[in-house]
Nanobody, 127 residues
Framework: QVQLVESGGGLVQAGGSLNLSCVAS????????MGWFRRAPGKDGEFVAA????????YYADSVKGRFTISRDNAENTVYLQMNSLKPEDTAVYYC????????????????????WGQGTQVTVSS
């Protein structure tokens, strides 16, 4: 059973930074694309960032490009989301997710391609 556990959320002022972590267990972490998504109150979920199985490819939503960085440590079964220059509109529950198909990085922004999800971590950015 694949399990994903996020941490690192919290309350931060606008312009501040947070570093989210997601630890995976239950299968070979290093073979799969990992993604971060978020859901703000009253809004649909949206893609944030994704990273390929070996870290060689990354993809970002336009809204976070240049401010957020996704990375992974396959030895630690962990994916990170470094968030800088945070804005109030970044307030949301952030979820990490992974696919059931190894290696594939096709359409990394498509949430339907992710089979396993964490429980989420709350990020609140005050103005």
């Amino acid at each position: 059973q694949v399990q994903l556990v996020e941490s690192g959320g919290g309350l931060v002022q606008a312009g501040g930074s947070l570093n989210l972590s997601c630890v995976a267990s239950g299968r070979a972490f290093s073979s799969y694309t990992m993604g971060w998504f978020r859901r703000a109150p009253g809004k649909d979920g949206e893609f944030v960032a994704a990273i390929s199985w070996n870290g060689g490819n990354t993809y970002y939503a336009d809204s976070v490009k240049g401010r957020f960085t996704i990375s992974r440590d396959n030895a630690e079964n962990t994916v990170y989301l470094q968030m800088n220059s945070l804005k109030p509109e970044d307030t949301a529950v952030y979820y990490c997710a992974t696919r059931s198909v190894p290696v594939s990085f096709v359409n990394p922004e498509d949430s339907h391609r992710y089979a396993y999800w964490g429980q989420g971590t709350q990020v609140t950015v005050s103005s």
